[in-house]
């Protein structure tokens, strides 16, 4: 059980997600109890992961493709180095500290079923934020984030004050997210890919190791140097 089972980390809270919005007020105690068996599970499967990932050679990679047209290709898939095991289980900690301080917190609230299925949601976008091998991937999970966010901190969207706080937080980042999203096409016009340990790749590979040139180490730099060099990035996407 190592990256070809990791896609489970992200489904798994997707699906309380779905149960908790469908069915939470049918369920017992609205379901605060399967947002909490949720996290819990996705613990234990995080810590057979990493029985399997010690010693083993990082990345570990798993990615199917989505869509090709001519030379140019686009797949999906996860990706797991350290960084990823670094994040995975901040996330899943505290996921699961605020689920269970939420149980007691969020008590007699009105859509009480609905405020655990959200959170399930925020896990399973960050989850997916830090597993995604390409940009486009981790785009999308953001933009889950931000969705979210906007949900959670309009819960009481009876009070005014809860509704303009959602919506200057929405406005907000969906002001950077255009500078994120704009970012990422140009890194993938720089060098034809938007799997982002090809573009880690590309900088080692690019970047020259003289003081003089490491002013254009940046990914950027590395973009540059590739298309004065003539190689084109492939029509590889992430992958």
């Known amino acids: ?31 605060d109890w399967l947002g909490v068996l949720t996290v819990t599970s996705i613990l234990g499967l995080l810590i057979a992961i990493f029985t399997k990932t010690f010693g083993a050679k990082l990345p570990m ?26 994040m995975l289980p901040v996330i899943i900690i505290v996921a699961l500290m605020v689920n269970i301080f939420s149980i007691g917190y969020m008590r007699g609230e009105p859509r009480y079923s609905w405020y655990f ?15 995604a091998d390409n940009l486009l991937l981790l785009y999308i999970a953001w933009e889950l984030v931000g969705v979210c966010s906007f949900l959670l901190i309009g819960f009481y969207w009876e009070k005014r004050s809860a509704v303009e706080a959602a919506k200057k937080a ?14 990422i096409i140009l890194l993938w016009k720089a060098t034809g890919t938007f799997n982002i340990h090809e573009l880690i790749s590309y900088c080692l590979l690019y970047t020259s190791p003289s003081p003089r040139d ?12 590739k298309k004065r060099g003539g190689g084109g990035g492939g029509g590889g996407g992430g992958g």
Do not use: Y
């Open 117 to 131: 299925a959200v959170l399930q949601l925020f896990v399973a976008s960050m989850l997916l934020l830090v597993l």
């Open 61 to 86: 990679l798993n990615a199917v493709e989505w869509t090709s047209i001519g030379d140019f290709s686009l797949s999906h898939g996860i990706a797991i180095d350290w960084i990823t095991l670094i």
């Open 1 to 31: 059980m190592s990256a070809e089972w990791a896609w489970l980390l992200a489904v798994i809270p997707a699906c309380a997600f779905i149960v908790l919005a469908l069915f939470g007020r049918s369920l017992p105690r609205q379901g």
């Open 214 to 225: 490491q002013r254009g180490s940046g990914v950027g730099g590395c973009g540059l140097k």
């Open 170 to 183: 929405f406005i907000t980042t969906r002001v950077g997210d255009v500078g994120l999203l704009i970012g």
